[in-house]
Structure formats: C-alpha cells, structure tokens
C-alpha cells in the first residue's frame, strides 16, 4: 500500500512532492525546451490567390489592432498560399495583403473572440502595391477549423443585457447548462444581483460540477477543495470577455467539464475611465406569493434590503506602445429578506420552531481590487502581470436551502469571511512569423474562516431534524461536529507551449502543472450532533478528528496539430496526465472522544498515469466559411481535488460514531436524565449503555487506526484514473450573414468508476428486508415494496476498506444522451443567442450494490440508503430553453432581454424508518439504526418549470468626443412568476411544501460612463 520509494516519489512533511531524479530531468528537460507557457487559440488564417484562382506564397499578411500591444502581427503564406496568425488578443482586426506586384488588399472588422479562429480568404489581382482594394464586410461567425464548442459573452453581452452580472449568471444563459449547489445564497439562483456570489458550480451534457474548471487568463482559479467553485470575487465589469467552453476540448484543456476563461481588460494606447453603479431598494419589489403558497406555510416573499453595486475602473498608456495598465476596484452588496427564513423561537430546543415575527437578514459584501500591466518588454517579448484581491464577508452563511436536501436554519448557519489574492504573470514571443514561445504562472492564496451565527447555541450538540430536514441549534449537526472552522488554501498553476505554425499546421507542443494544497482546523465545544424525526430524538453522533491537511498535483504533457486539407481541418491531440494526492505528516489531536493522539506520516495515496486522446474533424462543407460538419471523440480524466487524499487521510476517516438514541430509554444501570435532550452513556463504551441503545458499529472510531486505503493496483499505475468519453456532432450554418443555426448530437460515458469495499464484511454479513413506502397519493410509489439491508449483529467488526476498482465488483454505468439547436444572431443592432437542449441520463450500479451491500447504506455518513431496486435508473429527457439578446432603438435606445425555461427541482422523498419499524421487518432489533431513504425513482418527478424573464431599458447619451453616458432600467423575472425552486423532501405534513420560490419582479436602476 505505501508508495514510498524512487519509483512513484513521495510527499514530505509540508505537503511538497520528494520526485523521483527521472521524473525532474524530464520534467526540466520538457520545460526548458518548451518554455513554459499559456497559449490563446485565437487565430486568423486562409489562403491567398490570384485573380485566376492559382496559389500565391510569399504574401505578407499583416493582422493590425489596438488590441495588441505591438500593434501588428506579420506571417508570409506558404507554397499553397495558406497563412496562419496564432496567439492573437480578441478584438477587433485589420488585415491587410501585400505583394509586389499586386494591389494591395484590406480586409477590415474581423472580430476575434476567445478561441476563435477567423478564415479570411484573398484574391490579388495585378497592379501596384501602392494600389489598395478595401474589403469591408461582415466578419465571419462559423468557426471552419476548431472542433471546440463555446458560448462567449463580450462586452456587448455583458454591457448590455440584465444580468446579476456573476460569472454563473452569464454561463446559465448557455443552452443546456445546468447550476449545481448554490452554497453562497439562499435563492436557487441569482436574480439581478440578490447574491454576491454564490459560487456555483455548472455541468452541461450529462458531465458534472465537479469537472467545472475555472481560468483567470487561462491558468486555474479555481478552489482545491470544491473543484472549480470561484472562491474569489470576479466583477464582470473587469474582462472583456468571458468564454464557456464545454465539448471537444483539446489536449491543452485537462477537463472535459465546462471551462469557463475569463479574460481582462487590458489598459491601450488611449487613456480610458470606467464607472459603473447599479442599485434598487424594497419598494421596487413585488409580492409574488399566492394563496397555495401562503397555505403551504410560506408568509412573507424574498425582499430586498440593499442591493447595490459599484465599479470604477481607469486603464491606459504609462509608455505607448511599451507598457499599458488597467486597475479597477468593486463594492458589491446584497441583504435580503429570503422567504421562508426565520430566527427560532428557542433556538435551544429539539425542534426548531419559526419565530414568523424575526425574519433573518442574508447579508453578502465584497469588495475587490485588482491591476493589470501588459509590457512590451522588447520587439519580440510581451510579458503581463496581473493581481487581484478580494474579500467576501456573510453573516449567516449557508442559511436556507442550500446544503443538498438540508434546510439550514440561521442559528446553524456560519459568519463566512474569505480573502483571496491572485497573482498572474505571463509572457509570449513570437521567435519568427511560425515559432511562438508563451509561458503562465498563477499562484492563489487563500483564507477562509466559519464562526458561529449570532444567535447560535454553541454548549449544546447541534441538531438535524429529518422530517421537515432543518439544521438547526449550531453548525455541528452538519458540519462534522465542529462549531468554528479556519480553512486556509493554496492553488498554483502553470501553463507551457511552444507553437510552430505552417500556412497548412499549427503544431502545439506543452505541459501544465497544478498544485492545490487544503488545511482545515476545526473546534467544538462537545463534539456531539443529534437527529430528530418529528419531534422525537432517534439518533445521537459522536464526533473525532478536527484538523487535516492535504494536496494533490497534476502534471499534463501534451502534443497536438490542427491540420488543414483543403476543406477538411483535422484536430489531433494527445494528453499525458500524473495525478498525485497525499497528505503530509500530522498529528490527530486529542478531542472530547478521542483521548489519544496519533502520529501520522506523510504519504502518498495516489500516482495515476494515463493518456488521453482527442479527435476532431471540421468539414468546411461550401468551401465558403458558411458551413462547417464537426465530428470529436474526446477522452477527459476526472479533475480531483483534495478530496481524493481526505477519503483515506487517517486525521479525519473514522471519526463518525453513530448510536441509536430516544431521551427515554436508559438501559440497566444506566445514570440517565429522561427528557433532558442530552444523550446519556459513554460512547467510548462499544455495546449498549446509559441511553445509547445500539452499539458501535465503527470500532476504529477514536483509535489510532489506519483501516482505510486505496488499492495499490487501482490508486498506481496505468488508465486507473476515473474517467469518461465524449462523442459530438455538429452542423453549423450561416444562413444568411451574420445568422448562424446549429444542431448537435452529444453522448457521454463514464469509464473507470471506484467503490470502498469493507474487506471484513461480505454479502453474507447483512441482512435483506423490506419496507412499505408510505400509501400516500403524493407518492408516485406508493405503497410499493423496497430492500434495504442491514448489519448483522455477529458482524459488527472492524472495518478494513479499500476502495478498489468497480470492475473487480462486477461493473459500473453511467452515460448521457442529448440535442442542443441553437442560433447567434449579430446583425446591425440586433444580438440574438441561444437555443433549445434536450437530454437524459441513464445509471446502473445493480452488480456493486450485489458484491458490496455496505455500498447502499454508508455506515459513517449521513447519506440516505440506497433501496436494491433504484440500482438502475433512467432519468426523463429533460428540456430547456435559453435565450438572450438586444435591439437598438432610434434615438440611441435599447431594449435588451434574457429568457429561461427549465425543470423544476427533482423530487425525491426522504422516508426515515425508525430503529422499531426496521426491527419488526427484520424479526430482531436493528444493528445501524433508524434509516432515511429516498423512495422516488430518481429523476422521474420534478416539479413545476421555472421560467424567467428579465428586461432591460438602456439610453445612450453621448459625449463629444468618445464619452458615453448609459441609463439603463431592468426588469427581472418581468411576469412575476412564483415557481417554487426547492421543496421540501423530507417526508411528513409538509413534504413538498414550497422552501424556497422565485424572488418577486424587481426593478433596479443602474448607469454606466465611459470616457
């Protein structure tokens, strides 16, 4: 099980990789010859002819625009007259054709957007060069080369539609996007800046959050713990464009998830002012709750208090043309009402009660500064430093419904404080018109703190009711038992490429490197959560570890070229991943129940290797730019975080001991108080005792034990890596200029998958039995029949898990199948995006849950069983629709608007069968106690559509000059619709009663200069 040696290396003490001498000569070796970088795939690129369609080389073509730096970029076309500009700003670009004995030709407004390749074509015909041809038309909008599938917003997009101006709001307007946990607000989603920031994770075509990858400047921002989720405030007001990438990533992209790439603004030879403010208050809002909501025990809607925003940015020449700058700085607010949250009336009682007279406040402030410099160090090397500082502070942080099925009351939510610092330098050098070196480096420091809610009641245990589902008293009924929390965290990134670019090739050669570093200390007062079902104590969890420390690091190399055939532009790439994870030397301190320390030496736990193939086919079906056939098959690895070492860290596994608990019963000579909401008993004791009715089926609970691992032929070697394969087709048509159509098929199968086998229990050691599901005509399974299992009491050992593959346990299975249509329309005055996505998700895990029955009741966690018969699942097809877009307007007037269509929130219902109820189904008292259990198939019943839709009213006042002045008005959710966006899922009186429903329509003001 070690991993020790020179063979897969090993981790020191501080958390730093000890690499074998092999791996750093060829990881020096690689770098050096590369030059580490960060490449931009924004390309412009076409063939030169004569006026009787023969080839021309030797053409210089120059692409100009203010968007660089050095002003212009300069290639000359091959023996087949083809050229190729890489590594371009986006922007807007003049491209001009010379060659003596030619006119010269102009080609200008070809607009450039992240990872956009522009094919520009010429014909000279004979005369002078002083003689120039101006070609001015529309800029092209298929993309005829690149098999990649993206969504950019741009200035236009986020200056002008509404928009609660985060990073997720933009990226839910892509068809087919889908939100996962909302943990930084209590609204399901944002709407017109009610959130700060909720730190969202997005998936798209059955992928999932967890593979969201989340670039400043194209190197990784994203957090080590929840991969990809934003931890840092970004304001939109300070980039250019913010790119969502989602299928046929090449080699250079790790993830095959959505990547989002947020790319500044940058200062220009031209000084620049930027402000802009956006603001509304209560008397704004509408009341959008109806009699059947009211009936449902909703009072009061989501109000707003203040919710405001300012922006000032400023950028332009310290030298022109030698060295730019961009600096800006944002104060962001949002306090609201949310609807359905309300301080208790005793917040020291077993049940949680609404005092419906003290609504709760969410409260969200950020503030964040940032500074770009981009400096033409000489006539060949550009270099670029960027940092940004931000802070985020929430008072009842993860109140409401925002931990999964959990309701979490204000008394058990957190004060969140998080600081960020983001420190970027990068550096490109075209070494002639087809070599191009660039390199990245990004290192991201992070502090994030948890302290207890005013109003929390810390020296009691916290609690988890299960029916209705609220966590409430303190944070410890969900937070592993702790009561405060310090997180610091570390995220640094580095890109290498080295490009060489033929008029036909555009050969890639590169490497990244990420190291995410997490450490978590954690307090309490008694280490002790408890569950309530209805009003009656049921279970009582005793707690262990509080502190740990982590990292992971992934080194990928890669080799790609984009060739073009005449038509056909063949992507090939191949992708070399090692993905490492470990944790360092630390010690378990003691704690209430754990009355020993235990040293823990560093270890290695994982040391995958793996390729990854991607493949691509774009046809330029025309021959004219207007029409592009795309085909990919694309292998991606799972983007794991620290996570993957916290699974078998010895710091914190085992630290879970659960006993069934009612305040009523005290087994003989016990000392118990009945009634007094404090469990009775030792829990250090593992057979029944005092109050603690069932024993302790975790016998390593408290010891210096290391009973969990990873399978050494699973967690080193080869192709081990969990992992899917994305299929993709498209058909992309400008029908006429400026309007593009596309229609695209996508299929996703996960390989590759990995399951914790307790090797001292097997099959044998549980018992079957089965349960009715409530006869409940709000229960599509009613009355149906469903096996459970569990523990037999002569089993009760302890545990030796290893998580092993899946394969050797008779095999796993999850895959997708969908459809997107989508349109983008840039016409004069006209922006149009969007479209209409259908999709379904199929599961099997019917042969692990046979081989490993432990695998559908985890034993030390809080998640649901698992009934034998939702083994395999066929999710419905789901639908959505997207769009956004803009009209100008006489008289400098513009209406802008957004559209949303999708499911409404699963349902699920979380039945808890009580230790009684599962003894006279079994015909012996219950080992694990009470168990809760979702009794809907799952993702077969959702609830009613959420649909929204936002407007927005602009005037544009102009300056002399170039200065602007805009007043816009918005409108969101315009029809006030009241769609409920969670129910409640614990299953009693009030299952399915509405938690959390769309805010009502609110009207802000916001205005915007530019000079």
């Not at 208090?305 to 332009?316: K, M, T």
């Not at 800006?328 to 309300?342: E, N």
Request: hydrophobic fraction near 35%; charged fraction near 15%; proline fraction near 5%.
């Amino acid at each position: 099980m070690e991993s020790g040696g020179s063979e897969e290396g090993s981790m020191d003490a501080t958390g730093c990789w000890r690499l074998p001498r092999i791996l750093l000569v060829v990881v020096a070796a690689t770098v050096a010859s590369l030059i580490p970088g960060l490449a931009r795939a924004q390309q412009i690129g076409g063939t030169v002819t004569d006026s009787t369609g023969a080839l021309l080389p030797g053409v210089t073509v120059e692409a100009r625009s203010p968007a660089l730096i050095e002003q212009v970029r300069t290639v000359v076309t091959n023996d087949a007259g083809q050229y190729l500009i890489v590594a371009l700003e986006t922007g807007v670009y003049t491209v001009t054709f010379t060659l003596p004995g030619f006119r010269t030709v102009v080609r200008e407004g070809v607009r450039l957007s992240t990872g956009f390749t522009a094919d520009i074509d010429a014909q000279l015909s004979v005369g002078a060069v002083q003689e120039t041809v101006t070609v001015t038309s529309a800029s092209p909008i298929v993309d005829v080369r690149n098999v990649e599938q993206r969504t950019t917003m741009n200035q236009e997009v986020i200056d002008g539609i509404p928009s609660g101006k985060s990073i997720t709001g933009y990226g839910l307007l892509v068809p087919g996007m889908v939100g996962g946990e909302h943990w930084g607000t209590p609204l399901a989603q944002d709407q017109g800046g009610m959130s700060v920031q909720s730190r969202q994770r997005m998936s798209i075509h059955g992928g999932t959050h967890t593979d969201q990858q989340l670039d400043l400047n194209g190197l990784d921002v994203g957090d080590a713990f929840s991969q990809g989720a934003n931890l840092a405030f970004f304001p939109d007001t300070n980039f250019q464009e913010m790119a969502y990438q989602y299928s046929g990533n090449s080699a250079d992209v790790q993830t095959g998830g959505v990547r989002i790439n947020m790319i500044p603004k940058e200062g220009g030879n031209r000084f620049g002012v930027q402000f802009f403010s956006t603001f509304t208050f209560p008397g704004l809002q509408a009341n959008n709750l109806d009699q059947s909501q009211i009936n449902a025990g909703l009072s009061d809607p989501t109000i707003v208090d203040q919710v405001w925003s300012f922006n000032e940015n400023v950028g332009g020449p310290i030298v022109r043309n030698r060295l730019w700058f961009f600096a800006a700085h944002t104060d962001q607010r949002a306090f609201i009402y949310p609807t359905g949250s309300y301080w208790a009336t005793n917040p020291s009682a077993l049940v949680f009660v609404p005092d419906k007279s003290r609504r709760v406040l969410d409260t969200s402030t950020a503030h964040e500064q940032s500074v770009n410099l981009t400096w033409q160090a000489t006539s060949k090397d550009k270099v670029k430093f960027y940092w940004t500082n931000s802070s985020t502070n929430q008072d009842v942080y993860l109140q409401g419904r925002t931990l999964e099925s959990i309701f979490v009351a204000p008394e058990g939510a957190i004060v969140s404080a998080i600081g960020t610092n983001i420190y970027q330098a990068s550096w490109a050098r075209p070494q002639t018109s087809r070599l191009l070196f660039e390199a990245g480096f990004s290192h991201e420091p992070v502090a994030w703190t948890f302290d207890p809610a005013v109003g929390s009641i810390t020296s009691l245990p916290g609690i988890l009711q299960l029916s209705p589902t609220i966590a409430t008293r303190n944070m410890s009924g969900w937070l592993s038992g702790a009561t405060s929390r310090i997180s610091p965290k570390e995220i640094q990134s580095t890109h290498a490429s080295a490009a060489y670019v033929t008029g036909s090739h555009n050969f890639k050669f590169g490497g990244d490197w990420l190291r995410q570093w997490t450490q978590v200390l954690q307090k309490s007062e008694n280490w002790t959560s408890l569950w309530v079902l209805g009003s009656s104590p049921i279970t009582a969890i005793f707690w262990g570890s509080s502190e740990e420390t982590e990292s992971t690091t992934g080194l990928g190399l890669y080799a790609q070229d984009q060739w073009k055939l005449k038509r056909m532009t063949i992507n090939a790439g191949l992708r070399y991943e090692n993905w490492r994870a470990g944790y360092p030397d630390q010690v378990r301190p003691v704690t209430t129940w754990v009355t020993q320390e235990f040293a823990i030496p560093a270890k290695t736990v994982t040391n995958w290797k793996d390729l990854f193939p991607r493949l691509g086919f774009v046809y330029d079906v025309s021959g004219d730019s207007r029409t592009a056939l795309k085909v990919s098959a694309s292998r991606y690895g799972k983007r794991d975080g620290t996570t993957l070492a916290a699974a078998v860290n010895p710091a914190i596994v085992n630290r879970e001991m659960r006993r069934t608990w009612n305040d009523r019963t005290c087994l003989p000579g016990g000392a118990c108080i009945a009634g007094d909401g404090i469990p009775q008993g030792n829990p250090l004791n593992p057979a029944p005792n005092g109050e603690l009715l069932s024993p302790n089926t975790n016998l390593a609970f408290g010891q210096p034990i290391i009973n969990r691992f990873y399978d050494p032929a699973w967690a080193f070697g080869w192709g081990n890596r969990s992992a899917n394969w994305e299929y993709a087709g498209s058909v992309e048509r400008e029908v006429i200029t400026g309007v593009s159509l596309n229609f695209g098929y996508f299929h996703r199968q996960y390989v590759n998958f990995s399951v914790p086998d307790d090797r001292a229990l097997g099959p044998a050691d549980f018992d079957q039995f089965t349960v009715t599901v409530p006869d409940d005509p709000r229960l599509p399974s009613a009355g149906r029949k469903i096996t459970l299992v569990d523990l037999k009491p002569t089993s009760i050992r302890l545990g030796d898990v290893v998580t092993t593959s899946a394969n050797n346990l008779g095999g796993q299975h999850r895959s997708w199948n969908g459809i997107d249509f989508t349109a983008d329309a840039r016409l004069r005055g006209l922006l149009l995006q969007g479209g209409l996505s259908w999709g379904s998700l199929s599961t099997d895990n019917c042969q692990v849950l046979a081989s490993v029955p432990e695998a559908g009741y985890p034993t030390n966690t809080a998640a649901d069983a698992v009934p034998l018969e939702y083994c395999k699942t066929a999710q419905n097809w789901l639908t959505q629709i997207k769009l956004l877009g803009s009209y100008a307007l006489p008289r400098d007037f513009l209406v802008a608007g957004t559209f949303q269509n999708q499911p409404g929130p699963q349902r699920i219902a979380r039945v808890t069968y009580t230790a009684a109820q599962i003894a006279a189904a079994l015909g012996r008292p219950s080992t694990q106690g009470a168990q809760t259990v979702n009794v809907v198939d799952p993702g077969t019943n959702f609830g009613d559509r959420f649909n929204q839709f936002d407007l927005r009213f602009t005037k544009l006042f102009r300056f002399k000059g170039s200065g602007r002045f805009r007043a816009m008005f918005d409108l969101y959710n315009l029809f006030n619709a009241n769609s409920a966006t969670f129910e409640e899922v614990g299953y009693g009186t009030t299952y399915l009663y509405p938690q959390v429903i769309m805010p009502g329509r609110l009207a802000k003001f916001a205005f915007q200069i530019d000079y």
